[in-house]
Nanobody, 121 residues
């Protein structure tokens, strides 16, 4: 089995910063792309940022230059550093990982449990 466990998040004033972490554990052979998504009330889940196994990042236009995604391959962890937060960043944030298990060696998509980020104006 594979689990993604998130930490971080919470309540912050506009202009503030938060850092999210997501650690994968279990019978992992390798991890391909990891990423962060968010879902605001009444809206669809949307991509925030992704990072490939060789640490090439990709960002949604709405967070570019404010958020930084990074990963620690040795510890199967992905991070999201969020700066200059805006009220419109308020959402539940989910991490995602394409994991190849030890067996069977096929990639499968896994999600974290979600964590609330609330930005007050």
């Amino acid at each position: 089995q594979v689990q993604l466990v998130q930490s971080g998040g919470g309540l912050v004033q506009a202009g503030g910063s938060l850092r999210l972490s997501c650690a994968a554990s279990g019978s992992i052979f390798s991890i391909n792309t990891m990423g962060w998504y968010r879902q605001a009330p009444g809206k669809q889940r949307e991509l925030v940022a992704t990072i490939t196994s060789d640490s090439s990042p990709n960002y949604a236009d709405s967070v570019k230059d404010r958020f930084t995604i990074s990963r620690d391959n040795a510890n199967n962890t992905v991070y999201l550093q969020m700066r200059s937060l805006k009220p419109e960043d308020t959402a539940v944030y989910f991490c995602n990982a394409g994991v190849v298990r030890i067996w069977p060696r096929v990639p499968q998509n896994y999600w974290g449990q979600g964590t609330q980020v609330t930005v007050s104006s």
